[in-house]
């Protein structure tokens, strides 16, 4: 069975519950990959065997995966970890997920700044493209077991505080206090940003680290890691 997604309604209701949108209208797979959302649809109880697994990693560079377990058993202040999860953000780089059990919804904009929900089952696997706003949360079962795939090496994760602001539409500057200069990206479906927003970069893998779903205002405390940029 194909990856289910949906436009979302407007409800403040808790994230966890489906949220369709009153037509029900859903959204095809042809219409994700306008969004440049793909998706495989995979063998979750061999993944370390699986061969296609194994193409797709190969094709397009994934060589560095972790494990993430979701629940209230597990992690730590997990109501207000599912709230920075929810947060609605951006990466440089394309996310890639994979679900190897249970249940959890990734949120994206569409070209008209609608939400389109995407409900990912075990064996589902779908890339994120980078630039894109986004966000997570699990569903009403609370539990949620995904693979982490990232380009890069990954000896170690070395946490480089950058500054974020707008030159131009889809353009943003970078600063690095680590490395006391400016750097610029160019991401896709990049809305408007007026102000400064400080985000966490894991080096050098070049990947927002988990704890970075946030926007803050320059020198702020960031709310998710307690560092000081």
């Given at each position: 069975?194909?990856?289910?997604?949906?436009?979302?309604?407007?409800?403040?209701?808790?994230p966890?519950?489906?949220?369709?949108?009153?037509?029900?209208?859903?959204?095809?797979?042809?219409?994700?990959?306008?969004?440049?959302?793909?998706?495989?649809?995979?063998?979750?109880?061999?993944?370390?065997?699986?061969?296609?697994?194994?193409?797709?990693?190969?094709?397009?560079?994934?060589?560095?995966?972790?494990?993430?377990?979701?629940?209230p058993?597990?992690?730590?202040?997990?109501?207000?970890?599912?709230?920075?999860?929810?947060?609605?953000?951006?990466?440089?780089?394309?996310?890639?997920?994979?679900?190897?059990?249970?249940?959890?919804?990734?949120?994206?904009?569409?070209?008209?700044?609608?939400?389109?929900?995407?409900?990912?089952?075990?064996?589902?696997?779908?890339?994120?493209?980078?630039?894109?706003?986004?966000?997570?949360?699990?569903?009403?079962?609370?539990?949620?077991?995904?693979?982490r795939?990232?380009?890069?090496?990954?000896?170690?994760?070395?946490?480089?505080?950058?500054?974020?602001?707008?030159?131009?539409?889809?353009?943003?500057?970078?600063?690095?206090?680590?490395?006391?200069?400016?750097?610029?990206?160019?991401?896709?479906?990049?809305?408007?940003?007026?102000?400064?927003?400080?985000?966490?970069?894991?080096?050098?893998?070049?990947?927002?680290?988990?704890?970075?779903?946030?926007?803050?205002?320059?020198?702020?405390?960031?709310?998710?890691?307690?560092?000081?940029?």
């Amino acid at each position: 069975m194909a990856i289910e997604a949906w436009f979302m309604d407007d409800s403040n209701e808790d994230p966890r519950l489906p949220h369709h949108g009153n037509s029900n209208e859903f959204v095809s797979l042809d219409q994700l990959a306008e969004l440049g959302v793909l998706y495989w649809k995979l063998n979750p109880n061999d993944y370390d065997n699986d061969q296609e697994l194994k193409n797709i990693r190969e094709a397009r560079g994934y060589n560095y995966m972790d494990l993430l377990d979701l629940c209230p058993e597990k992690v730590e202040n997990y109501e207000e970890k599912l709230k920075n999860f929810y947060t609605e953000h951006i990466h440089q780089d394309e996310e890639i997920r994979y679900c190897l059990e249970g249940c959890g919804y990734f949120d994206v904009r569409d070209k008209n700044d609608r939400w389109v929900r995407i409900w990912i089952k075990a064996g589902d696997l779908i890339i994120l493209p980078a630039g894109i706003y986004h966000r997570f949360t699990l569903d009403t079962s609370n539990y949620v077991k995904l693979m982490r795939l990232f380009k890069g090496e990954c000896g170690r994760h070395i946490i480089d505080h950058r500054k974020i602001t707008l030159l131009e539409r889809n353009t943003l500057r970078f600063y690095s206090k680590t490395d006391q200069a400016w750097d610029e990206v160019v991401l896709n479906n990049l809305k408007s940003i007026s102000k400064c927003y400080v985000i966490c970069y894991v080096v050098p893998k070049k990947t927002l680290c988990q704890c970075s779903y946030l926007s803050g205002i320059s020198e702020n405390v960031c709310d998710s890691c307690d560092l000081e940029h």
